[in-house]
């Protein structure tokens, strides 16, 4: 599976959009991007996933730049409880594993 | 009640001793998996199973064994705890056929070695 970089932490303002960077520029033609989040020691929970195209869901969107190497996670209007590292995975879909990097700490202001 | 129950939530053990966290699930999921996480680190996949017949080390599984006794049950075995084993340990299911292919994962299971 291609590695992914992400920052190690950053602050968003409650309210606010928070835009969560992502490099994979070793990204193979049939890995999808993956996102997940963990609240404080709880079990990571799935947020959204894509291919090539931008994807919305009820939690957040996902853009991916044309060639691939790098997406964005967009949190449109942050709340405290969003505060939790949010780890950004590629991977082939029919493998099913996940291997998970450090992550971004998101801290969720008020 | 949750879909993946993990047992014990916490557990202190001394050196040496022999130490199994169990893994249920009620997702009728066959993919299961084990993965440790150690303070400011990622999840590391220990061990993984496809079903029940299928057993496939992770990146970290020496020192453990796994028993898939059951599709709803995969338990996690430390045959001699040591202290660097100390971490938290998280069970996961997922079901290849599903459109997300993400994996649902269970509260996880805090583990202590002195």
């Known amino acids: 599976d291609a590695k992914t970089t992400q920052p190690p932490s950053m602050d968003c303002a409650e309210g606010r959009a928070a835009n969560l960077p992502c490099n994979h520029s070793?990204?193979?033609?049939?890995?999808?991007v993956y996102w997940y989040r963990q609240i404080h020691s709880q079990g990571p929970q799935y947020i959204i996933h894509g291919l090539k195209n931008n994807e919305t869901n009820e939690m957040a969107s996902l853009i991916i730049t044309e060639d691939r190497k790098s997406s964005t996670l967009i949190l449109p209007h942050a709340t405290l409880r969003d505060t939790a590292v949010y780890y950004c995975i590629v991977r082939v879909v029919s493998w099913g594993k996940l291997q998970f990097g450090a992550g971004t700490q998101v801290v969720v202001t008020p | 009640d949750a879909d993946v129950t993990q047992t014990p939530r916490n557990r202190i053990t001394k050196t040496g001793k022999r130490i199994m966290l169990e893994c249920s699930q009620t997702?009728?999921?066959?993919?299961m998996y084990w993965y440790r996480q150690d303070p400011g680190l990622g999840l590391r996949l220990i061990y993984y199973s496809f079903d029940v017949k299928d057993i496939n080390k992770g990146e970290i599984s020496d020192g453990y064994s796994v028993s898939r006794q059951a599709q709803a049950k995969f338990s996690l075995s430390l045959e001699s705890a040591i202290p660097n084993q100390t971490a938290l340990y998280f069970c996961a299911t997922s079901d290849p056929r599903g459109s997300t292919g993400e994996l649902f994962f269970g509260e996880g299971s805090r583990l202590t070695v002195l």
């Open positions: 070793t990204i193979s033609g049939n890995e999808y």
């Open positions: 997702k009728g999921h066959d993919r």
